[in-house]
């Protein structure tokens, strides 16, 4: 680490005791279980030390790089320089005013499902069982089974750099196939404002149940993973793309794309970056040989090349 980012290190362990991490392994903030040492990260608890945390990375110079809760994400095998600001522990918050539910952005996307459910508020049922925060969600559009964010999505709380908040509407976040207007605009979501139709809460868990034995017994849940590896290209699926070329269960190192559905690309214990930047690149290569069709990768891959 350089000095900047040591004199920006004291100053976060004053303002957040026990929140502020050196040289910390991504591979334990992410789904994965891969990636290289952050020269700083930290885990502000509310919206008021984030901003502190933005202007400080500010007046020193440090790059700073938003994470939620890393379930969609490749951290590159030597890390990430500069301060990564993990959101996925911190701003849980929730409200209920109506049909209308308040979540902060770190909330787990499951258990928001789950929250719905309770307040007999139908929409999110597709959610359940999703790794990652919500507000990890609505920068993606993350969706299952027909449902995504687009769908109940009101307003966002967002954040700029330099600390100022204020209220993007759903039409400003320009909702689109696994992505949103937030990728592209550098704003930092604090809270997310989900607008819901009234449900029979007997037929919503039903529903909930149904989508959660469908992906218990076809997803890889029990292996390290950034969920599905491609984008659905258009007019086929990308699970069955990868298997009808014979590629299921291929291995590069310690990756492998998963015996128990082609579209997963799992961690077998030891993989590294790499190794699974590798495999995508062979996938790839495969499928447009094969079917001439491209694959795009749906996770975010960050970190120091």
């Excluded at 700029?160 to 990728?183: C, H, I, P, W």
């Excluded at 590069?252 to 993989?271: D, L, M, R, T, W």
Aim: charged share 20%; hydrophobic share 40%; aromatic share 8%.
């Amino acid at each position: 680490m350089n000095n900047s980012v040591n004199l920006l290190a004291e100053v976060l362990k004053e303002k957040m005791p026990g929140r502020v991490y050196c040289s910390e392994p991504m591979s334990r903030h992410t789904s994965f279980k891969i990636g290289g040492p952050a020269d700083v990260l930290v885990q502000p608890e509310n919206s008021e030390v984030l901003a502190f945390a933005l202007a400080a990375a500010k007046d020193y110079e440090v790059p700073v790089t938003i994470l939620g809760n890393g379930s969609n994400v490749l951290v590159r095998d030597k890390g990430i320089r500069g301060l990564v600001i993990q959101l996925g522990n911190a701003l849980k918050s929730f409200r209920r005013e109506g049909n209308r539910l308040f979540f902060g952005s770190g909330y787990s996307l499951a258990l928001a499902s789950r929250k719905a459910w309770e307040c007999g508020l139908s929409g999110m049922e597709f959610a359940v069982g999703i790794p990652g925060s919500i507000g990890g969600a609505v920068y993606m559009n993350a969706g299952a089974y027909n449902g995504e964010m687009k769908g109940v999505v009101e307003s966002v709380a967002v954040m700029d750099m330099n600390g100022r908040e204020f209220v993007l509407t759903a039409a400003d976040l320009q909702f689109g196939y696994r992505k949103t207007s937030l990728q592209e605009s550098g704003y930092i979501i604090t809270e997310v404002c989900l607008n819901m139709q009234p449900g029979d809460k007997d037929a919503i868990k039903a529903m909930m149940d149904d989508f959660s034995s469908r992906r218990i017994s076809k997803q890889p849940l029990e292996m390290p993973s950034a969920g599905s590896m491609f984008k659905r290209p258009p007019g086929y699926f990308a699970g069955t793309l990868i298997e009808e070329a014979g590629l299921k269960g291929y291995k590069v190192g310690g990756a492998q794309v998963s015996p128990k559905h082609a579209g997963f690309v799992v961690n077998c214990g030891n993989a590294t970056a790499a190794d699974v930047l590798q495999l995508i690149a062979d996938v790839r290569r495969v499928i447009m040989e094969k079917a001439g069709v491209e694959l795009h990768p749906e996770v975010l891959v960050i970190g120091e090349e």
